[in-house]
């Protein structure tokens, strides 16, 4: 993926969380070598926003890879490391929105309760339309901190043998399955008395 416009088909709708994310993603690809293919390039990432369906979209770092790395932080922050080197960037989402009017902070107001007027829902169209405009043609300063990192990387993706489960008669990965009373079991099915 390389337009804008393909990772908003990815994602499902344009909006400013994805345009930052899809910016913080082309900022990592010039820094190494372009889209992962397999799992040299990782992503770690604090949060997930929609910038993370971007990074997704554009780096080629999946869950389903191994290459990406949720730590539930709740912040606009994103690494990127080269395996097996550990060399990275950390980019810090710094984008300083434009303080809002009475107006404006009463229009989002009113959308927040429920207010889905022709006028409340063309109002946050055009503000979330500026502010996704602003997003993908901003200097890239504007709108990130970036600086240079190295971190001990987990280990490439395992592959898991499957265990089936004699609670549910679900199949579950092996590292993820529990004994009780002798028998093997699912997490789900730890925790009820099946």
């Known amino acids: 993926m390389n337009t804008y416009d393909e990772v908003v088909a990815f994602h499902g709708h344009s909006c400013p969380g994805l345009a930052l994310g899809y910016r913080v993603a082309l900022r990592a690809l010039r820094e190494f070598r372009g889209r992962s293919e397999d799992e040299e390039l990782v992503a770690v990432v604090e949060n997930n926003s929609c910038a993370v369906d971007a990074i997704q979209a554009m780096a080629g770092c999946t869950f389903g890879k191994g290459n990406l790395i949720f730590r ?90 499957s265990i089936v489960c004699e609670g549910c008669g679900e199949k579950v990965a092996e590292p993820k399955v529990r004994i009780r009373v002798g028998r093997l079991l699912c997490i789900p099915c730890l925790g009820t008395k099946k």
């Open 72 to 161: 539930d932080y709740g912040k606009q922050v994103y690494a990127f490391f080269d395996r097996p080197s550990g060399k990275g960037i950390r980019v810090s989402v710094d984008w300083k929105k434009p303080a809002e009017t009475e107006e404006e902070k009463t229009m989002w107001e009113k959308y927040a309760k429920g207010d889905r007027s022709k006028r409340v829902v063309q109002f946050v169209h055009d503000r979330k339309a500026a502010k996704i405009r602003y997003i993908l043609e901003a200097d890239e300063k504007e709108l990130m901190a970036v600086r240079k990192v190295r971190e001990s990387l987990p280990a490439e993706a395992e592959i898991y043998r």
